[in-house]
C-alpha cells in the first residue's frame, strides 16, 4: 500500500492553523478568566463589578481580619464592586509590603491597607496614589502618607475604655481580698495594683503613647497616682511561639501584674492560658481583646474579666464606602471611626446570642 505523504506547503500550513488555533484557545481562556474574576454568579443571577479593590494585611487567617473582609464583601457587593483578600490564595505568606507591591502592578481600581506607621508602607502608599490608585489605611494608619481616607478607631478612646475597665477589675480584686481577709489589700498599707500593658513590638511609639494616655487619664479620674503602677510590655509578636515565650516571662516574675491589658486576639488567648497554667486564675484579672468564641467563653466561666472589640463589621464597610465615594466624587472623610463595644460577664450571653443570630 503506498503511503501518504504530506507536502511542505501543507505542513507549514497546518502548523499555522495550530499555531493561530492555539492562540485563540488561549485568548478564550484569558477573556473568560478576566470575566470570571469580575462577575459572581448564583443560580439566579450574573452581575458584573465596576471595580476591584484589593485588601491587604499581614494577618489575613486571624479571625480579626476575616470578620472584617466579611464586613467589606458585604458592602462591596451592595455598591456593584468587588473586594479580595489579597494573598489569602497564594502559597507564600507575603507582608503587607510585598502585597501592595503586587496589587500596584496589578493596577487594582483601589486598596484597603492595614497601616503599620512603617516608612517604607508610606512610600508604597505614595506610589500607588501617584498611579491613580486611592488607598484606604484600616484600624492602624500611616498619617503622613498620601491615604485618601483612614477608616479605624481612636486610640485615645479604646485607651479611656480600658481604662474604665482598670478600675472595675481593681474593684473586684479588692472585694475578693475583704471577703478573704487579705490584708495585703485591704490593710492600711495596701499595695499598689501593678497594670502590664501588653503591646507588639511592631506598635509605634505614638501609638503606645496614645493609648496610655486615655489608660492613666480614666484611672487618674478616680485613682490615686500612688495606687497604681503601670508599665508597657512588649511582645515578640513574630509567631505564637514567640507571644508565649514574652507572656511566660511575665509570669515568671516574682510578683505578677495584678491586671493584663491586652491588645490583640493573640495576646488575650496567650495570656488566658497561662493563667490557668500558672494557676492563677481569680488572682490575675484580664482584659482582653476581640470577641472570638475562645474569648467570650473565657468571660463566661469568668476567667477573662472583659473584653474590648471593634465593631469589624463597620471597619470593613466604611473602608469600602469611602474607596466608592473617593471613586465617585474625588474626594471622601479623612478621618472615619468604627464603634468599640465592651464584652462582660452583664451581657456576654446576649451578645453571643446576637452573634449566633447574624451568622445564620
Same mark, same amino acid.
Given at each position: 500500500?503506498?503511503?501518504?505523504?504530506?507536502?511542505?506547503?501543507?505542513?507549514? #500550513?497546518?502548523?499555522?492553523?495550530?499555531?493561530?488555533?492555539?492562540?485563540?484557545?488561549?485568548?478564550?481562556?484569558?477573556?473568560?478568566?478576566?470575566?470570571?474574576?469580575?462577575?459572581?454568579?448564583?443560580?439566579?443571577?450574573?452581575?458584573?463589578?465596576?471595580?476591584?479593590?484589593?485588601?491587604?494585611?499581614?494577618?489575613?487567617?486571624?479571625?480579626?481580619?476575616?470578620?472584617?473582609?466579611?464586613?467589606?464583601?458585604?458592602?462591596?457587593?451592595?455598591? !456593584?464592586?468587588?473586594?479580595?483578600?489579597?494573598?489569602?490564595?497564594?502559597?507564600?505568606?507575603?507582608?503587607?509590603?510585598?502585597?501592595?507591591?503586587?496589587?500596584?502592578?496589578?493596577?487594582?481600581?483601589?486598596?484597603?491597607?492595614?497601616?503599620?506607621?512603617?516608612?517604607?508602607?508610606?512610600?508604597?502608599?505614595?506610589?500607588?496614589?501617584?498611579?491613580?490608585?486611592?488607598?484606604?489605611?484600616?484600624?492602624?494608619?500611616?498619617?503622613?502618607?498620601?491615604?485618601?481616607?483612614?477608616?479605624?478607631?481612636?486610640?485615645?478612646?479604646? !485607651?479611656?475604655?480600658?481604662?474604665?475597665?482598670?478600675?472595675?477589675?481593681?474593684?473586684?480584686?479588692?472585694? #475578693?481580698?475583704?471577703?478573704?481577709?487579705?490584708?495585703?489589700?485591704?490593710?492600711?498599707?495596701?499595695?499598689?495594683?501593678?497594670? &502590664?500593658?501588653?503591646?507588639?513590638?511592631?506598635?509605634?511609639?505614638?501609638?503606645?503613647?496614645?493609648?496610655?494616655?486615655?489608660?492613666?487619664?480614666?484611672?487618674? &479620674?478616680?485613682?490615686?497616682?500612688?495606687?497604681?503602677?503601670?508599665? +508597657?510590655?512588649?511582645?515578640?509578636?513574630?509567631?505564637?511561639?514567640?507571644?508565649?515565650?514574652?507572656?511566660?516571662?511575665?509570669?515568671?516574675?516574682?510578683?505578677?501584674?495584678?491586671?493584663?491589658?491586652?491588645?490583640?486576639?493573640?495576646? @488575650?488567648?496567650?495570656?488566658?492560658?497561662?493563667?490557668?497554667?500558672?494557676?492563677?486564675?481569680?488572682?490575675?484579672?484580664?482584659?482582653?481583646?476581640?470577641?472570638?468564641?475562645?474569648?467570650?467563653?473565657?468571660?463566661?466561666?469568668?476567667?477573662?474579666?472583659?473584653?474590648?472589640?471593634?465593631? +469589624?463589621?463597620?471597619?470593613?464597610?466604611?473602608?469600602?464606602? &469611602?474607596?466608592?465615594?473617593?471613586?465617585?466624587?474625588?474626594?471622601?472623610?479623612?478621618?472615619?471611626?468604627?464603634?468599640?463595644?465592651?464584652?462582660?460577664?452583664?451581657?456576654? &450571653?446576649?451578645? @453571643?446570642?446576637?452573634?449566633?443570630?447574624?451568622?445564620?
Amino acid at each position: 500500500m503506498k503511503k501518504k505523504t504530506i507536502s511542505g506547503k501543507k505542513l507549514f #500550513l497546518y502548523l499555522i492553523l495550530t499555531a493561530i488555533f492555539s492562540v485563540a484557545v488561549l485568548s478564550v481562556a484569558v477573556i473568560y478568566f478576566r470575566i470570571y474574576t469580575a462577575e459572581v454568579s448564583d443560580d439566579s443571577y450574573s452581575r458584573t463589578f465596576s471595580h476591584y479593590y484589593a485588601m491587604i494585611t499581614d494577618d489575613y487567617k486571624s479571625s480579626f481580619w476575616q470578620s472584617v473582609y466579611r464586613g467589606a464583601s458585604e458592602e462591596a457587593l451592595e455598591d !456593584g464592586v468587588f473586594v479580595e483578600l489579597f494573598g489569602s490564595n497564594l502559597t507564600y505568606n507575603y507582608s503587607s509590603e510585598e502585597l501592595m507591591e503586587m496589587a500596584i502592578s496589578a493596577q487594582v481600581d483601589g486598596i484597603l491597607v492595614a497601616g503599620n506607621g512603617r516608612e517604607e508602607m508610606t512610600q508604597l502608599i505614595g506610589r500607588a496614589s501617584a498611579r491613580g490608585i486611592p488607598v484606604v489605611t484600616m484600624y492602624s494608619d500611616n498619617e503622613d502618607s498620601a491615604r485618601c481616607s483612614f477608616v479605624g478607631v481612636n486610640g485615645y478612646n479604646i !485607651g479611656s475604655e480600658y481604662g474604665r475597665q482598670v478600675i472595675r477589675a481593681r474593684e473586684e480584686l479588692l472585694r #475578693l481580698a475583704e471577703a478573704t481577709g487579705n490584708e495585703v489589700w485591704t490593710g492600711q498599707n495596701k499595695r499598689v495594683t501593678s497594670i &502590664a500593658v501588653l503591646f507588639d513590638d511592631k506598635t509605634s511609639a505614638y501609638d503606645q503613647n496614645v493609648i496610655l494616655s486615655g489608660i492613666v487619664d480614666a484611672m487618674s &479620674a478616680q485613682m490615686k497616682n500612688s495606687e497604681f503602677d503601670i508599665r +508597657t510590655v512588649a511582645v515578640d509578636s513574630t509567631n505564637p511561639f514567640s507571644v508565649e515565650e514574652s507572656v511566660h516571662s511575665v509570669f515568671m516574675e516574682e510578683q505578677v501584674p495584678d491586671i493584663f491589658v491586652c491588645l490583640s486576639e493573640l495576646d @488575650t488567648t496567650v495570656v488566658y492560658q497561662a493563667v490557668v497554667d500558672f494557676n492563677m486564675v481569680g488572682k490575675v484579672k484580664i482584659l482582653g481583646y476581640y470577641d472570638s468564641e475562645k474569648i467570650l467563653d473565657a468571660i463566661s466561666r469568668g476567667v477573662v474579666f472583659s473584653t474590648l472589640t471593634v465593631n +469589624t463589621d463597620e471597619l470593613g464597610r466604611f473602608g469600602v464606602k &469611602a474607596l466608592v465615594e473617593y471613586s465617585e466624587y474625588g474626594n471622601t472623610s479623612q478621618y472615619v471611626t468604627a464603634d468599640v463595644i465592651i464584652i462582660d460577664r452583664s451581657n456576654v &450571653a446576649e451578645y @453571643t446570642k446576637k452573634v449566633e443570630e447574624d451568622e445564620e
